[in-house]
């Protein structure tokens, strides 16, 4: 039985890990949160010790160290993005292997430094790639994989999820602090894309603003328009009113279907990890290279056939 500790535990995520800890048969020891509304810890490891200051957490995981029997084996991380470096070098020179979400950081500079803490601290850093473990992704892998080398796919990736006024008073709306709507809710799709299709070759954004993004993408095998929004205005008319979230990826006109099968990932990704399979910050590169470009590139003209069919609304 691993000992685990959890930063942000009151974020939206953390019951999945808090579930995943479970799950794989090990014991959140202790959690840290600034917010208190961590209720959920009552259903799942009511034992756990928990605290609002980072200082006292700090200190209670480093008492720990001080005896074998005691001392904790994980760190997992579910702060808000622009936290995670922070806690990141916090878990590893606590003496323990970290798991962290996405994006592990917002650039490639971050990566090289987290990479610098492993050296020194002898642990390791993992990341949550959750979609790498979805069947339809891997069905999808496979097809690609086996198919023509030179053969680029024609692929269509849309995202709408709706957030209330809420969002944009917390930290998710300041890209200060989340680094935009093309980071916070598209770098695990990114990383699906470069997972199943390969490296990337070409990057343009087309319309970006606070509550949408909009772009083209072109891998080693695809050639991909991708749409990625928070605002429910956006949600095609067959899906207002009735859900609040539109999800589609389309590959040569044909629906990938794996809106089912999320539930269990983050479970998936801990057994992987506790087993030696975790993917680790190499891994998780090129999607926070991608979302780095994404950030920095202004948006221009879409090409014939590069555009996502949504782009043209936006644009009037």
Request: aromatic residues 10%.
């Amino acid at each position: 039985m691993k000992k685990f500790a959890l930063v942000g535990a009151a974020g939206y995520i953390a019951p999945r890990h808090m579930r995943a800890i479970k799950d794989t048969g090990n014991q959140l020891v202790c959690a840290y949160d600034i917010n208190d509304s961590v209720g959920i810890i009552d259903s799942i490891s009511p034992q756990s010790e928990f605290f609002t200051e980072f200082e006292r957490f700090h200190d209670y995981a480093s008492r720990l160290k001080r005896d074998p029997s005691t001392t904790l084996d994980y760190v997992s991380i579910c702060s808000p993005n622009y936290l995670h470096h922070p806690h990141i070098t916090a878990g590893l020179r606590l003496g323990c292997d970290v798991i962290c979400e996405k994006p592990l950081v917002p650039t490639s500079d971050l990566l090289d430094d987290l990479a610098l803490v492993e050296r020194e601290t002898g642990k390791r850093l993992y990341n949550i790639l959750q979609l790498r473990h979805h069947q339809a992704i891997i069905d999808l892998k496979q097809r690609v994989g086996a198919g023509d080398k030179a053969h680029k796919h024609e692929v269509e990736l849309t995202y709408i999820t709706s957030r209330g006024n809420w969002y944009m008073e917390s930290w998710k709306g300041d890209p200060r602090k989340s680094f935009g709507v093309a980071t916070n809710i598209g770098v695990h799709f990114f990383d699906m894309l470069h997972f199943i299709f390969g490296a990337l070759q070409r990057n343009v954004v087309h319309y970006v603003d606070n509550y949408k993004a909009t772009g083209y993408l072109e891998y080693e095998n695809a050639r991909v328009r991708w749409f990625l929004s928070i605002d429910a205005n956006d949600l095609p008319d067959a899906v207002k009113g009735k859900k609040p979230t539109y999800r589609s990826i389309t590959c040569d006109g044909v629906e990938i279907e794996f809106s089912e099968g999320f539930t269990d990932l983050h479970t998936v990704s801990y057994q992987a990890i506790l087993d030696g399979n975790g993917y680790g910050i190499e891994d998780a590169r090129h999607c926070v290279e991608t979302v780095e470009t994404i950030r920095t590139l202004a948006a221009t003209r879409a090409r014939n056939g590069e555009d996502h069919p949504f782009l043209a609304r936006l644009l009037g």
